[in-house]
């Protein structure tokens, strides 16, 4: 079992940026392949980023790529999404999520969920 928790949400301006944690407490964190999602009010739930177990491998959703970036510290038992040049369309709840795979794979089901960070972004 796998507990995660989201923190580093809040109120941006637009070309701002921030960074949210997503700790890992009790399990094999290292055992994990990480990503984070986002949803917005009235929308569906969007891949935002992937990382492997080592953090070597990496994958982003189209409408951030260049502009995120996720890092992992498996020593800290942390994933990061580094968040920049914000717009106010990536205003959502931001969900990290956990797999077993060696690889994240945005299509399959992960197996544990953060509880989400609230992102706002004012034009």
């Known amino acids: 079992q796998v507990q995660l928790v989201d923190s580093g949400g809040g109120l941006v301006q637009a070309g701002g940026s921030l960074r949210l944690s997503c700790a890992a407490s009790?399990?094999?964190?290292?055992?994990?392949?990480m990503g984070w999602f986002r949803q917005a009010p009235g929308k569906e739930r969007e891949f935002v980023a992937g990382?492997?177990?080592?953090?070597?491998?990496?994958s982003y959703g189209h409408s951030v790529k260049g502009r995120f970036t996720i890092s992992r510290d498996n020593a800290k038992n942390t994933v990061y999404l580094q968040m920049s040049s914000l717009k106010p369309e990536d205003t959502a709840v931001y969900y990290c999520?956990?797999?077993?795979?060696?690889?994240?794979?945005?299509?399959?089901?992960?197996?544990?969920w953060g509880q989400g960070t609230q992102v706002t972004v004012s034009s």
């Open positions: 999520a956990a797999q077993s795979g060696m690889r994240f794979i945005p299509s399959t089901p992960a197996e544990y």
């Open positions: 009790a399990g094999r964190f290292s055992n994990y392949a």
């Open positions: 990382i492997s177990r080592s953090g070597a491998i990496t």
